[in-house]
């Protein structure tokens, strides 16, 4: 049944479904395969853009300026937001390596850009 349903509706079923189960709902048919694959790019692409602006929230306390007691726990939390972020961002790249979805040999190397 699942392989049979319009395009539009696999897009918003594909968009909806968590991080940890995207790729399990490529094995449906060529057309999930393509949608999930969609997905996971643009995932990608996001946790990368947020993990840019994390990152340039950070940069006010490099100053040196700030109340140590407050740095100390913001620097925590920022920290653990970032490896969160990474974390998630190349468990989807993992699962996308692992199941063919990166066709094009270069997409493989955005993982170097994380670090």
Request: charge should be neutral; charged fraction near 30%; include cysteine.
């Given at each position: 049944?699942?392989?049979?349903?319009?395009?539009?509706?696999?897009?918003?079923?594909?968009?909806?479904?968590?991080?940890?189960?995207?790729?399990?709902?490529?094995?449906?048919?060529?057309?999930?395969?393509?949608?999930?694959?969609?997905?996971?790019?643009?995932?990608?692409?996001?946790?990368?853009?947020?993990?840019?602006h994390?990152?340039?929230?950070?940069?006010?306390?490099?100053?040196?300026?700030?109340?140590w007691i407050?740095?100390?726990?913001?620097?925590?939390?920022?920290?653990?937001?970032?490896?969160?972020?990474?974390?998630?961002?190349?468990?989807?790249?993992?699962?996308?390596?692992?199941?063919?979805?990166?066709?094009?040999?270069?997409?493989g190397?955005?993982?170097?850009?994380i670090?």
């Amino acid at each position: 049944m699942l392989d049979r349903l319009p395009v539009e509706i696999v897009e918003r079923i594909v968009a909806k479904i968590p991080d940890t189960d995207l790729i399990a709902a490529s094995k449906v048919d060529s057309m999930w395969w393509q949608e999930v694959r969609q997905e996971a790019y643009k995932r990608w692409k996001n946790y990368a853009t947020t993990i840019g602006h994390v990152q340039a929230l950070g940069k006010p306390f490099e100053k040196g300026n700030i109340d140590w007691i407050s740095f100390e726990d913001v620097n925590d939390f920022y920290k653990r937001w970032i490896d969160r972020l990474t974390e998630d961002q190349l468990y989807i790249m993992e699962k996308m390596l692992r199941n063919g979805m990166v066709v094009d040999p270069r997409e493989g190397n955005h993982r170097a850009c994380i670090k």
